[in-house]
């Protein structure tokens, strides 16, 4: 019956028996251990645990623990979860009504809040629903019904010229940070200390959402709301246009849903836990996440010849001419991941860091220090060394995913292209052939410097992309 995020153990004082259970979905992180002592232990974040416990797990959302049964119980079973691909025809006024109620829902609050906006369609329209219904909210009448919205990029990254002008268009109180790639690079042993993963996209976009929630925080904001979980639900990353039938396209939105406790959960909650501002995320509502999954996946294929790009079920839902929640070009703006948004120098900028750091002999011995989950990258292999300074032991380690990945797909989806095997990198831009600003693999000068960096940055992907073949 609970509807929300959470983490909780429960005891019950009359038998010491206790229940230990996590949201549907994973918004909110909850770890499990075993001591050598027979003992068990619960904590939101793993370095809790590291010390005392022998084996732990990053505890599996949609679960509970009964300390009278001795086992992990599945509570969350949506029609969904069996990955069987639906039938429900398309309503857009159904699903528009269903998010707007998701986000009507998270603005109960009594701390100051706002919306973080990075101009893409999710955040854009979080923005958008919430400055509609505020004035509505209880909320309204503490903390004014002016909506606060926040972005961070580089100077002149795509995302804060986009945030701004959705800022402008909603009427919002904006807020624009910048960082330098210094600054990110300077933050990244906190960050890893923090999130507590080693996976290369999900400390790619953290660090930036890292350094905002500083700021956030200092303004005497308490809590934000956020876009996560669209992309997953909707097949919204650009390797999704790969997709070779609706039954592959539904599979894959399910594993990625599934797996977001693992990634964007985790990226959100802590990135802005560890400064005390709670992100929510309405796209992650039980109920929107239900009527979205049962929409036959054919509507939701990237359909060219129909004039459907990436998430047009969504972005249909919300094109309306009486009363347009956002202009027509920011609500068909191509899918961008946040951590290639915030300025595509960021990612460039973070492997030139990694070669520094990492030598070629490093990463071909890689496989004899690191046999669990080998980074394949000078970069992973970066972020893998501070890791294991924080993380030591082997129960952290196996806490992170592996698997090759491109543009954030799951491992499976790699292979519905030939070409992604040789480009294995989850920035956006290793979707070739679809995102605007891809990666080339001809080696233009001229055109490689006006897309995304110097010749020496994009070919170093490929040599790169070489060593894990």
Request: hydrophobic letters at 40%; glycine letters at 6%; aromatic letters at 12%.
């Amino acid at each position: 019956m609970l509807d929300g995020m959470f983490s909780f153990v429960l005891l019950d004082t009359k038998d010491n028996s206790y229940i230990a259970a996590r949201d549907a979905i994973g918004v909110t992180p909850l770890y499990m251990g075993w001591g050598l002592d027979g003992s068990i232990w619960f904590a939101s974040e793993m370095k809790a645990l590291s010390d005392d416990c022998e084996r732990f797990i990053s505890f599996p959302p949609g679960h509970i623990y009964s300390s009278k049964q001795g086992g992990l119980r599945r509570w969350y079973n949506p029609p969904w979860f069996l990955e069987q691909t639906p039938s429900s025809s398309y309503d857009p006024i159904v699903l528009r009504k269903a998010f707007e109620k998701a986000v009507f829902k998270r603005l109960m609050t009594d701390v100051p809040f706002g919306v973080l906006l990075s101009g893409g369609l999710d955040s854009s329209l979080v923005a958008a629903v919430a400055c509609r219904y505020l004035a509505e909210s209880e909320a309204a009448c503490q903390w004014g019904s002016q909506l606060h919205t926040f972005c961070i990029g580089l100077e002149s990254s795509p995302d804060l010229k986009a945030a701004r002008e959705v800022a402008d268009y909603l009427g919002t109180r904006h807020h624009e940070f910048h960082f330098t790639v210094q600054e990110g690079i300077d933050a990244l042993e906190e960050v890893i200390y923090h999130i507590e993963t080693y996976d290369v996209t999900t400390i790619r976009a953290s660090t930036p959402m890292f350094l905002m929630s500083r700021k956030i925080k200092s303004l005497g904001v308490k809590m934000v709301l956020s876009g996560e979980g669209s992309d997953e639900i909707f097949g919204g990353y650009l390797y999704f246009h790969k997709a070779p039938n609706k039954e592959e396209f539904h599979q894959e939105t399910c594993q990625k849903i599934k797996a977001l406790h693992l990634y964007d959960c985790l990226r959100a909650n802590k990135s802005t836990s560890a400064w005390g501002v709670e992100a929510r995320v309405p796209f992650l509502d039980k109920e929107f996440i239900n009527i979205a999954m049962s929409i036959d996946p054919e509507w939701k294929m990237i359909r060219p010849d129909l004039g459907r790009i990436e998430k047009w079920v969504l972005r249909n839902a919300f094109d309306d001419v009486q009363k347009p929640y956002l202009p027509k070009h920011i609500l068909y703006r191509q899918k961008e991941q946040f951590s290639d948004g915030v300025g595509y120098s960021w990612i460039d900028g973070l492997k030139d860091h990694a070669n520094k750091q990492v030598t070629d002999a490093m990463l071909t011995h890689a496989s004899f220090i690191y046999p669990e989950n080998t980074p394949t990258t000078k970069e992973a292999y970066c972020y893998r060394t501070i890791f294991e300074k924080f993380f030591p032991k082997n129960a952290a380690r196996s806490t992170v995913p592996g698997g090759p990945s491109v543009a954030c797909s799951t491992a499976k989806a790699v292979e519905w292209d030939a070409a992604w095997s040789k480009n294995l990198d989850p920035s956006g831009r290793a979707a070739l052939g679809i995102h605007s600003a891809a990666y080339e693999e001809a080696v233009d000068a001229k055109n490689k410097s006006s897309l995304s960096g110097s010749p020496k940055k994009l070919q170093g992907v490929g040599e790169k992309a070489s060593a894990v073949v």
